[in-house]
């Protein structure tokens, strides 16, 4: 997928709500919720939050039963109270993301994650915890870098490297990020209890102080039946 010359930067509504949901990087690509399929009455849970933009906009317009927003860092989790803790069908929880999950078994129909966990989490620890956390037959959807942002191509085994980067406070800190190939993200799904159902990648051409990022874009379904 290319992006539309047409495409913008998503808006606000009032309250700071994006007026839609965006999986890309520069976040003003298609496409959007339609990934997650119908909402409504359904529990919803974000993986890496930050502060909650994408969760915040889902519990605002697509009627989930609810939308859990999970952000480890607590600077971000502060940052969605202060935003968007008053919307209605919206939880926003400090906690590493498996260790949620762990601790609400088969607790959501839907699972996505836009940069998030699944880059900073180890595969093998969140998308089992993943997997323990959706109902047999919920829906897992997530993007991440289809390479590094420096244009080095992706791991083709499930390593990660450490990448400095700045916490919201704007001190440095090194992190380890799973930048991988995607047949490597579709064995891990596998192994892990998914079925891809859908795969895509969404190309940038940036602009004169962007580079050109990739996003992979996934669909699984766990496997499983109720």
């Given at each position: 997928?290319?992006?539309?010359?047409?495409?913008?930067?998503?808006?606000?509504?009032?309250?700071?709500?994006?007026?839609?949901?965006?999986?890309?990087?520069?976040?003003?690509?298609?496409?959007?919720?339609?990934?997650?399929?119908?909402?409504?009455?359904?529990?919803?849970?974000?993986?890496?939050?930050?502060?909650?933009?994408?969760?915040a906009y889902l519990a605002h317009s697509h009627w989930p039963a609810r939308v859990v927003a999970v952000d480890r860092?607590?600077?971000?989790?502060?940052?969605?109270?202060?935003?968007?803790?008053?919307?209605?069908?919206?939880?926003?929880?400090?906690?590493?993301?498996?260790?949620?999950?762990?601790?609400?078994?088969?607790?959501?129909?839907?699972?996505?994650?836009?940069?998030?966990?699944?880059?900073?989490?180890?595969?093998?620890?969140?998308?089992?915890?993943?997997?323990?956390?959706?109902?047999?037959?919920?829906?897992?959807?997530?993007?991440?870098?289809?390479?590094?942002?420096?244009?080095?191509?992706?791991?083709?085994?499930?390593?990660?490297?450490?990448?400095?980067?700045?916490?919201?406070?704007?001190?440095?800190?090194?992190?380890?990020?799973?930048?991988?190939?995607?047949?490597?993200?579709?064995k891990l799904c596998d192994q892990h209890g998914f079925d891809i159902d859908h795969t895509d990648a969404i190309h940038d051409p940036g602009?004169?102080?962007?580079?050109?990022?990739?996003?992979?874009?996934?669909?699984?379904?766990?496997?499983?039946?109720?």
């Amino acid at each position: 997928m290319t992006l539309s010359p047409s495409s913008t930067p998503a808006a606000d509504h009032p309250g700071g709500i994006v007026d839609r949901f965006h999986w890309d990087w520069y976040q003003r690509a298609e496409p959007g919720a339609e990934l997650l399929g119908d909402l409504t009455d359904r529990a919803v849970v974000e993986l890496g939050a930050g502060s909650a933009r994408q969760a915040a906009y889902l519990a605002h317009s697509h009627w989930p039963a609810r939308v859990v927003a999970v952000d480890r860092d607590p600077a971000q989790h502060a940052r969605g109270r202060d935003r968007f803790g008053n919307i209605s069908r919206l939880d926003l929880v400090h906690d590493d993301a498996a260790t949620y999950l762990n601790r609400h078994p088969s607790a959501f129909d839907v699972a996505y994650c836009v940069f998030g966990a699944l880059d900073f989490t180890d595969p093998h620890t969140l998308l089992p915890a993943i997997a323990g956390g959706l109902r047999p037959g919920g829906l897992l959807a997530f993007s991440t870098l289809a390479h590094y942002r420096n244009g080095r191509p992706p791991e083709t085994e499930p390593r990660p490297a450490k990448i400095s980067t700045r916490r919201p406070d704007g001190s440095p800190v090194t992190m380890l990020r799973w930048v991988l190939d995607t047949p490597v993200w579709h064995k891990l799904c596998d192994q892990h209890g998914f079925d891809i159902d859908h795969t895509d990648a969404i190309h940038d051409p940036g602009s004169t102080h962007e580079p050109p990022i990739a996003t992979s874009v996934f669909r699984a379904v766990r496997r499983g039946t109720a």
